[in-house]
């Protein structure tokens, strides 16, 4: 079973003010976990970011709402642009001002919700 497995099995922690952001050690190994996610720095703020790619506005609508749901069930959020046969998604963890390892499990299970 490779590692994004596990990592779609997790549940998130809540995660407080407080929690630790990933380690530079955690960061290389969860990052080759998710190998199409990018890591992004906004604003001093490290981001998981990864555009994914439809046939038209409508697909990319319900993948949108598909993740809506995800994160509303995980108490999670990402940014989410989306556009014609393309949505942008952002994961960080707002309160540490960068990632936690939430960030790499709902990426992971983002990924999951592609194909539906
Ligand atoms: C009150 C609410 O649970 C918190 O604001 C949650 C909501 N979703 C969240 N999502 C993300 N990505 N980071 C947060 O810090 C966060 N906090």
Known sequence: MNNEAKLTEERCEACSADAPQVSDEELKSL???IP???IEVRDG???LEKVFKF???LHALAFTHRIGGLAESMGHHPALLTEWGKV???WWSHK???LHRNDFIMAAKTDLL???
């Open 88 to 90: 942008t998604v952002t």
């Open 114 to 116: 592609e194909e539906e």
């Open 96 to 98: 540490l001002k960068g």
């Open 31 to 33: 990052i080759k976990q």
């Open 36 to 38: 199409d996610w990018n």
């Open 55 to 57: 046939k038209d506005f």
């Open 45 to 47: 703020v490290m981001q």
